[in-house]
T-cell receptor, first 109, second 114 residues
């Protein structure tokens, strides 16, 4: 059964303090891995797609990487506006997304 | 439109009543997905459509839940005889083509069963 596990569950950083979020996955065949950001009261906002091991994507202070077993979301010099829940998900063979539990990030000024 | 539009934002129903939720996918997107978020960050897949055809309904409770995507109309998710356990946020997402393309989510409908 396809499974996605994220860690840590919660992360508190000072503004400017870089860190990484982890997403471990077990799938029968990787069809891609998606990162989303979710703010309270909102739907998940698409950030990145990674399709193969070694692939990297960047957007502002965020960088996503992928290995054969896990993905990392690196946050460089975060700002308070980066505070949100970050979700990773993998699609099944029919496209339904299997989500991790998410990492709730709080960045303090 | 450029965004997935879900209505209403919040729906309150008494136990046993019917609830109907609506979703307008992004224009040009042919796949629609429904998810239920009960606890924080726990997403449960319900059903997906390719245009007006059911694509995957493996997550759909058979007894009380139904869904449709008809041409030129918003997609809908209907719950008959609601139960307290149906209280959740229901998200709709759309994608432009065959999986595994990224899904773009609406802001959800919060269903409260009293």
């Amino acid at each position: 059964e396809d499974q996605v596990t994220q860690s840590p569950e919660a992360l508190r950083l000072q503004e400017g303090e870089s860190s990484s979020l982890n997403c471990s996955y077990t799938v029968s065949g990787l069809r891609g891995l998606f990162w989303y950001r979710q703010d309270p009261g909102k739907g998940p906002e698409f950030l990145f797609t990674l399709y193969s091991a070694g692939e990297e994507k960047e957007k502002e202070r965020l960088k996503a990487t992928l290995t054969k077993k896990e993905s990392f979301l690196h946050i460089t010099a975060p700002k308070p506006e980066d505070s949100a829940t970050y979700l990773c998900a993998v699609p099944s063979n029919t496209g339904k997304l299997i989500f991790g539990q998410g990492t709730t990030l709080q960045v303090k000024p | 439109g450029e965004e997935v539009a879900q209505t209403p934002k919040h729906l309150v129903r008494g136990e046993g009543q019917k609830a109907k939720l609506y979703c307008a996918p992004i224009k040009g997107h042919s796949y629609v997905f429904w998810y239920q978020q009960v606890l924080k960050n726990e997403f449960k897949f319900l059903i997906s459509f390719q245009n007006e055809n059911v694509f995957d309904e493996t997550g759909m409770p058979k007894e009380r839940f139904s869904a449709k995507c008809l041409p030129n109309s918003p997609c809908s998710l209907e719950i008959q005889a609601t139960k307290l356990e149906d209280s959740a946020v229901y998200f709709c997402a759309s994608s432009p083509g065959s999986p595994p393309q990224p899904q773009h989510f609406g802001d959800g409908t919060r269903l409260s069963i009293l």
